[in-house]
């Protein structure tokens, strides 16, 4: 049984804490932190008692915790990711792996020096069973050489002030994860429209239209909008030379009422990947690799970082990764 150390007792971490403790087998919830210790006694004691530290750093050494779930805010990942590494500990880090291109750096240089993968991304929609179908598909060439994929991400409403960057570096983040695995190939440009803005984003540039070009000269599109109101809602279709796929709502039945024919949508997230996370944590816990690299961390911020310099100029810009480096190949 694995004893998981969970560090960040917020929506995400106390989300992971009752999927390992109710739906995920192997794996127990060994100790948790957060800076407000009443919400990590809450987590702790909804997940059969585990032990509450005081001190993240303790948590990470401590000899019985076997692994490192890192939920805390995105600015302390990588001080908590370089300390697991240190400790030879498997992790799993929620997105992003770093803010900074600089700082994911620095965590793929410390895996590279200890010489195996320890880090595994949370993103989460690569178990997501739609997404997989869609590249599945793909893969078998049922709709032949892909040209286009149009996304979409909303969200009902989000935290007011958000800095215009953040539609990029927090939602559609998301999507240029999901580009480069659907395509299996890296962006290599992109640009960043922005719309008229929504009345009801507290001036933040909402929503914005990212257009990513891969290396074969294929388009992904993504409209992000964080205050579009209705629900959360993630669309994605494929466009290929034969055919198209679509994302279907992972709603399984459609509702007829009151004159009216259609589908609930959920509130945030957390419910419409309900299913790729339990699949995520699952196969972390079994160590079978299915998740996002570090590589795939550190890629995603570094074309973040380039789309949000489009957004701030207006223009196109290229985007350049260095080589993959060897353990990520
Ligand atoms: C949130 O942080 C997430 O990661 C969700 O998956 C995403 O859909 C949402 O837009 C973000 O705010």
Redesign the pocket.
Known sequence: MKRVGIIGTGIMGADHARLLTEAVSGAVVGGVFDLDADRAAGVAAASGGARVFEDPHELINDAEIDAVLIASSDATHEEFALACIEAGKPVLCE?PLAPTVEGCARILEAEDRFGARLITVGF?RRFDPGYNDLKRRLGEGAIGVPLMLHNV?R?PA?APGQPDAGLIT??AV?ELDITRWILDEEIVEVAVHAPRKTSHGGGTQDPQLLILRTESGAISDVE?F?NARYG?E?RCELVGELGTVTLDSPRPTTLRRGGVTGRELPG??RPR?AEAYRLELQDWVDGAGGGASAWDGFAATFVARACVAALASGERHEVSLPPVPKIYR
């Open positions: 997105k989460m991400h969200n989000n927090n939602s998301h992000v964080v959360y993630v945030d997230w990947f």
